[in-house]
């Protein structure tokens, strides 16, 4: 007999942001010393990790209907052969109604907010020994990445690389402040530590996650972070998301200009065309702000795409707001877009506003809001076609032969190329361009246009 351990088998169901994804990923790390391996199906699992979204009411909602079907299978397996299947919830719902979720769902043996997930290996031992002490929520970020190990095994050429967390901004109808506690940096030597690490095994492309990346508060802030990891030799990407406009300074923005690895694409939520509404959000921007913010990005980097978030039906939105967020879109031009409804949440200044929004009203405002940006991403990709363009090849596509990587614009790019080009950049000639991607062909390097 060996005397390794038994294998465990471990599924990790990931919602909402990057930075669960990020989250996600580093619970494996640390619970890979226990024995257990990741698997894709929570079938047969031994260990079962819901890493949860709280950011609108239906995030909250799929969790709880997915427990009830956990817990089916929970008891089914005990019957069975008497195993047990462990169910966790982590994440941003685990924050902000712990106790509830014990409440409302008995099977959860554990509940583990953001910043406690290094402890799960200590968790899921206890929890094995007694049912006592469930839950732990209350640590800071601090002490979780000094005890995260620096050794991570990413699992392809691209990977995320957490730098800052939580939020200071209280916007209004947002649940972030609460569940991911104040704004914290990393500090500079464990990124590129981190960083340098990523790269040996092989990642080309790094996006540096925040929910407020662009308030990263190490020495000089986010661009000198990315000078720094951009000396860092094969790491020829880096991206970072997601930004805030008031934090978008001006070295950040010459480092649009001058950084070769930064690449062309900026997600920078508006959430309103409108003034009174972004008010009323505590947005601290006003749409002229923004528009001139966007402005001096496109003076010193002209081909950058643009992404945003956006939100209808906030309370108090008239359609002349409505109307006003349409103009933005209209005069910004966005390559790419999050919209979503307004949704309630309990707790947050704005669930108790006045002029809440009928949801057929929503509805309506987010289907026009679409198409305008559906239109807007379909000619900005159909604007590549004929441009030959670097592409980093991540993975196999659905057809034999086919590769499937990323523009600089963050476009997912189809190309027939033999797998040996995974993980390389590569020129690739646009020839097709549809709402969600592009097609090429390889080649030659001479072709590559400068930008
Ligand atoms: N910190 C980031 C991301 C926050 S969450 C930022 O400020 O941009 C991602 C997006 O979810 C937000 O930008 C917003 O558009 C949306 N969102 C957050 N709370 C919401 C709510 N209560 N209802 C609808 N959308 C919401
Ligand atoms: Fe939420 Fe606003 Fe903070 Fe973004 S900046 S996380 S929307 S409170
Ligand atoms: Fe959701 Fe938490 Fe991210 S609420 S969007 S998972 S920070």
């Known amino acids: 007999m060996s005397g390794t351990a038994p294998t465990k088998r471990l599924y990790i169901k990931t919602y909402g942001c990057q930075m669960n994804v990020y989250d996600s990923e580093r619970m494996a790390d640390v619970l890979s010393p226990l024995g257990y391996v990741a698997t894709d199906s929570p079938e047969g699992a031994d260990l079962v990790v819901l890493n949860t979204c709280h950011i609108r009411e239906k995030a909250t909602e ?9 817990r089916e299978m929970k008891d089914a397996r005990a019957a069975e052969d008497g195993a047990v299947m462990n169910i966790v919830v982590a994440g941003c719902v685990a924050q902000a109604e712990g106790e509830e979720i014990m409440r409302r769902q008995p099977a959860v043996d554990l509940v583990v907010g953001p910043q406690a997930y290094h402890q799960l290996p200590e968790l899921i031992a206890r929890t ?18 000094d005890a995260l190990p620096v050794e991570r095994r990413p699992t392809g050429v691209t990977a995320f690389l957490t730098v ?25 030597q464990t990124i590129e530590a981190e960083a340098r690490g990523l790269a040996a095994q092989g990642v080309r492309e790094v996006t540096l996650l925040g929910q ?3 308030a990263y ?8 972070l990315v000078r720094r990891l951009a000396e860092i030799p094969g790491l020829d990407r880096i991206r970072y998301t997601t ?9 950040l923005i010459a480092a649009h200009a001058e950084v070769e690895a930064l690449m062309p694409y900026l997600h920078l939520p508006v959430q309103s065309g409108s003034d009174k509404v972004l008010k009323a959000m505590n947005r601290a921007h006003t749409a002229d702000s923004y528009l001139r913010l966007v402005e001096k990005i496109r003076a010193a980097r002209p081909d950058i795409a643009m992404s945003g978030d956006f939100i209808v039906g906030f309370p108090g939105e008239r359609d002349a707001d409505f109307e006003a967020t349409l103009q933005l879109v209209r005069e910004v031009g966005y390559a ?6 307004y949704s309630r949440r309990p707790g947050t200044p704005a669930a108790a506003m006045p002029g809440q929004v009928a949801e057929a009203v929503k509805d309506e405002r987010l289907a026009r809001l679409n198409a305008l940006l559906e239109d807007q991403q379909r000619a900005f990709n159909a604007s590549q076609v004929g441009r030959t363009l670097p592409v980093l090849f991540e993975r196999r596509g659905r057809h034999p032969g086919q590769l499937i990587g990323r523009s600089p614009y963050l476009q997912s790019v189809h190309v027939s190329a033999p797998d040996r080009l995974i993980g390389q950049i590569v020129p690739v000639r646009i020839e097709d361009a549809a709402r969600m991607s592009l097609a090429g062909v390889l080649a030659e390097t001479a072709e590559l246009e400068p930008v």
């Open 217 to 224: 508060a190490g020495e000089g802030g986010l661009a000198a």
């Open 336 to 341: 790419a877009a999050f919209t979503f409804k």
């Open 212 to 214: 407020n990346v662009n």
């Open 164 to 188: 800052q967390e939580g939020c200071d901004k209280f916007c209004t109808f947002c649940v972030v402040p609460y569940t991911r506690g104040g704004e914290w940096s990393r500090s500079p």
């Open 62 to 70: 799929k969790v709880y209907s997915e427990l009830g079907k956990l």
């Open 243 to 251: 930004s805030h406009p008031r934090d978008m300074d001006d070295s």
């Open 128 to 145: 094995h020994r007694a049912r006592g002490e469930r839950l732990a929520a209350d640590f800071a970020a601090e002490e979780k990445f």
